[in-house]
């Protein structure tokens, strides 16, 4: 029988070090129950028709109690739904997960548990601390620094000086005086390296790298929040030789992505690898139009014309949709050229055997429209409703006859105005790969003061689209995702 509750860990925050096994789980989840410590990043691979549930824990407040959670996973799971316990770090480390799974398991709820990466061994290592190594230290010691309320740290500080080993204490930010003064107290040398981690492996990470004796001023001087770890020993020493995250090309920028949602990964999964912190915000969905009664006459007499053009992606998967629902094949465009407008598009167009004749040298409408301003039609245009007027104009001047055929529709969203606005208060790059995605964007927040936006943007076009809503605009040189990436690092 397949697990009624699944208990995973999501890690650290960084979606990458999320497993495999525990990005499944979410994604056949019915109901996710989750923490405050799962990052946005994570949050947003739940599927949009999932039931989600808040119980947000943090430091000396639970919105929701213990016992009130572990009812909650009960009744889901006896109400036949696929329950996913979604907490940070690993669940089995610190986390409570056993507690939570004592009232299943009383209750005869089948379970199962997805370990995580756990913060005690990936924040050190994104703060370039190495929790051993052989000229320093031969042992780990991981603490927790989280007492019970109205509870007196219980912690052997003289037992812990005696190992040698490395400390890791987590949940300690608000005792962190106290575990200081206690190795002290037990005879640990005032000058040994120590340091705090906040909000470890994600964009925001800050550091603080010091001495123990030194280091609950300077946190304090710092103004460190949870979440964050503690690490005690002389591995701390070599924080800023190893430090590879900080020195990331992307790390302190900030970047809204406005891609729709399908489409937006590969772009958002590359800006985090170079340390940017990343706002998923796709404010344009395609929709596909099922019969598309244009594209089906054109097909209908699909002979007729000389060219077929595809201006995305999709266009070639829908195109071929069609064209079997009429009982055709590729065998139906013999004789007829093809053109993209530009490599991705053509890759769409050979999973189906066929290799474009006219990709132009910059990818974009405007110079698609130039390299065919001396074809012979008649031309199909297979496309999104919301076309650019580039290829229509540039054949009406001409003179050859077309075809405008939509088989998607481009829908302006808004996914999260208020999480858009707060990231604009402070200077933004915003990415920007179509007009759509423009238009999109500033629809989703009207009235909003765009002055501290910089849009990046593929292509000329998608620049004055932007332009004209007094953004700032930098265009890559390419449009492709590679140079639109490029683009976002020299800004």
Request: hydrophobic share 45%; net charge negative; charged share 25%.
């Amino acid at each position: 029988m397949a697990a009624s509750v699944i208990l995973v860990g999501a890690g650290p925050g960084d979606p990458g070090l999320l497993t495999e096994k525990g990005k499944a789980a979410l994604q056949n989840a019915e109901v996710v129950v989750f923490d405050r410590l799962v990052s946005p990043a994570i949050l947003s691979l739940i599927p949009a028709k999932t039931e989600r549930i808040d119980v947000g824990k943090q430091a000396s407040h639970h919105l929701v109690p213990q016992e009130e959670i572990n009812r909650i996973l009960l009744k889901k799971a006896l109400e036949g739904k696929r329950v996913v316990r979604l907490k940070g770090g690993d669940p089995f480390l610190f986390g409570r997960g056993g507690e939570e799974l004592e009232l299943l398991e009383e209750n005869g709820v089948s379970f199962e548990v997805v370990p995580g990466v756990t913060s005690a061994l990936s924040v050190p290592a994104y703060a370039g601390i190495p929790v051993t190594h052989r000229d320093f230290c031969s042992s780990l010691h991981i603490i927790t620094g989280h007492a019970k309320a109205d509870a007196v740290l219980k912690i052997d500080f003289d037992a812990l000086r005696r190992t040698g080993s490395t400390l890791v204490f987590l949940m300690g930010v608000s005792t962190l005086p106290e575990i200081c003064s206690g190795l002290l107290r037990a005879g640990m040398d005032e000058e040994m390296p120590a340091a705090v981690v906040e909000s470890g492996t994600l964009p925001s990470q800050r550091k603080i790298i010091s001495t123990l004796a030194e280091l609950p001023q300077a946190a304090q001087d710092a103004k460190i929040k949870s979440p964050a770890i503690i690490v005690v020993g002389k591995v701390c020493a070599l924080s800023e030789r190893f430090d590879w995250f900080d020195n990331l090309p992307l790390k302190g920028k900030r970047v809204i992505v406005t891609r729709p949602a399908e489409r937006n990964g590969t772009l958002c999964r590359e800006l985090r690898a170079l340390g940017a912190d990343v706002l998923e915000y796709p404010c344009i969905r395609t929709v596909v139009r099922d019969p598309a009664v244009e594209l089906d006459m054109a097909i209908a007499s699909i002979s007729d014309f000389r060219w077929l053009v595809f201006t995305s992606p999709l266009g070639p998967v829908l195109f071929f949709r069609r064209l079997r629902a009429a009982g055709k094949d590729a065998r139906a465009l013999a004789g007829i050229k093809l053109a993209t407008i530009g490599p991705k598009t053509a890759e769409a167009l050979e999973n189906f055997g066929l290799i474009a004749d006219l990709v132009p040298a910059v990818y974009d409408s405007a110079h698609l429209a130039e390299a065919m301003a001396q074809v012979e039609g008649p031309v199909l245009l297979c496309r999104a409703s919301q076309g650019s007027d580039a290829l229509p104009q540039i054949f009406e001047k001409r003179g050859v006859p077309f075809t405008d055929a939509p088989c998607y529709d481009t829908v302006y969203e808004s996914p999260d105005p208020e999480a858009a606005l707060a990231w604009l208060k402070a200077p933004v790059l915003v990415s920007f790969t179509s007009v759509s995605t423009v238009r999109g964007f500033v629809s989703s927040l009207p009235g909003a003061d765009l002055s501290n936006v910089m849009g990046c943007c593929i292509g000329r076009q998608t620049a004055l689209e932007a332009e004209k809503y007094g953004i700032r605009v930098a265009v890559s040189k390419e449009a492709t995702i590679g140079s639109l990436i490029e683009c976002i690092k020299e800004v």
